[in-house]
Structure formats: structure tokens, C-alpha cells
């Protein structure tokens, strides 16, 4: 079992750089989450997806962002025309369909935006 | 919509006392209730789950927590702290009957463990 993994663990860009982050789930998960934190907050839901399909998107994830898993495997979280309130830790989470509430996570992809 | 209030932004304790995190939840309806744990640079690892069986639920490191109706809480406690418990640790609830899994977690306790 090798967890769910996130590429790259940090990543520091310039204001209005596109970045792109990966998260490979636990191979058997079906559904995957990106969640996003801040300093000294817990983690807020972004969205969701059941293999392939996103079934759910926060209020939080504006127009620059997008995310996407075309196979039902790993998955990319975009975010274009970075803003230094980027800034955050991304976390993906994987669970399996019969333990939906049970959510794995991954280390998390650090963005620093300047 | 489900919420949960952690009392304490910090909490620090001695090596060997005991660590109690407080947690709050605010339904009619108790939902499912987790904390989990991050340590530091780390992504959150689940620790202890309640899913409306057994009130008193033990999870990993020696933690346990124990829902209580009444006072619609899930505080989590452990008889004797060690360095390593030092960690941000996260409770997070999710309604019984949704559909949709995302957590909605708690701002979190920064947990100190003093030599």
C-alpha cells in the first residue's frame, strides 16, 4: 500500500503563472477529493469526484480553477492566472465507495504564489 | 449545515499528563464524527471514527473519544501524553444521510507536548 501520493510537495510560482499539481489516489479508491488549507485553518473542501465524474465543487473553486481525472485514476488540479490568496497547502484525500467517510490523504502540494 | 467548534486554538500539557481536545458539534441530527491528526509538513491522518455505534470509540496512539448526546460533544483524550502527540488535530463531522462525503473540519488544536 502506497498511499496517496501528491506531485510536486512544493512549488513556488510568480503571480499570474499557471500550476498544475497531481495527486495518484490508493489504487482501489474510487473517489478522490482535493481539499485546500490555509495557515492555522483546517482543510476546505474544493471538490469531488467518483471515478471519473466531478460530482461536486465548492463555492470556493472559481473560474481559474479546474480539476480533472480522466481515467478514474489520478487526478490534476489546475489553477491559472495565480493570486498570491493561493497561497496554500492542497491536499487530496482518496476513499473507497463503501467507506465514503473515510478518507485518506495524501502529503499535500505546498504553492507558494510571489 | 454541520459544524463542529474546537475549544482551543492550543492546547499544551506536560509529557506523561493527560491530553483532552474539545469538540463540539452543532446538529439536532448527531452526525458522524472523526478527528483526524497532521503532523507537522504532513497530510491528515485519520485517528478515530464514530458512526453511531459504541459511544466511547478507540482509535490509533493510544486516543479515544467519546461521543456524549447531551452535550453534543466528541472530546478526544489520552491518559498520558508523549512528545510524539505533539500535532495539529482536526474534528470533523459528516451527516448521516449524505450523499455527498466532503469533510467540513474544525480550525484545528495545536497540540504542545512539554519535556
Known amino acids: 500500500d502506497t498511499g496517496v501520493s501528491q506531485d510536486p510537495r512544493h512549488k513556488i510560482t510568480k503571480r499570474g503563472q499557471n500550476v498544475t499539481f497531481r495527486c495518484d489516489p490508493i489504487s482501489e479508491h474510487n473517489r478522490l477529493y482535493w481539499y485546500r488549507q490555509t495557515l492555522g485553518q483546517g482543510p476546505e473542501f474544493l471538490t469531488y469526484f467518483q471515478n471519473e465524474a466531478q460530482l461536486e465543487k465548492s463555492r470556493l473553486l472559481s473560474d481559474r480553477f479546474s480539476a480533472e481525472r480522466p481515467k478514474g485514476s489520478f487526478s490534476t488540479l489546475e489553477i491559472q492566472r495565480t493570486e498570491q490568496g493561493d497561497s496554500a497547502m492542497y491536499l487530496c484525500a482518496s476513499s473507497p465507495v463503501e467507506a465514503a467517510y473515510e478518507q485518506y490523504f495524501g502529503p499535500g502540494t505546498r504553492l507558494t504564489v510571489t | 449545515a454541520q459544524s463542529v467548534t474546537q475549544l482551543g486554538s492550543h492546547v499544551s500539557v506536560s509529557e506523561g499528563a493527560l491530553v483532552l481536545l474539545r469538540c463540539n458539534y452543532s446538529s439536532s441530527v448527531p452526525p458522524y464524527l472523526f478527528w483526524y491528526v497532521q503532523y507537522p509538513n504532513q497530510g491528515l491522518q485519520l485517528l478515530l471514527k464514530?458512526?453511531?455505534?459504541?459511544?466511547l470509540v478507540k482509535g490509533i496512539n493510544g486516543f479515544e473519544a467519546e461521543f456524549k448526546k447531551s452535550e453534543t460533544s466528541f472530546h478526544l483524550t489520552k491518559p498520558s501524553a508523549h512528545m510524539s502527540d505533539a500535532a495539529e488535530y482536526f474534528c470533523a463531522p459528516r451527516p448521516l444521510n449524505s450523499g455527498n462525503t466532503p469533510l467540513v473540519f474544525g480550525k484545528g488544536t495545536r497540540l504542545s507536548v512539554i519535556a
Open positions: 464514530y458512526t453511531s455505534a459504541a459511544t
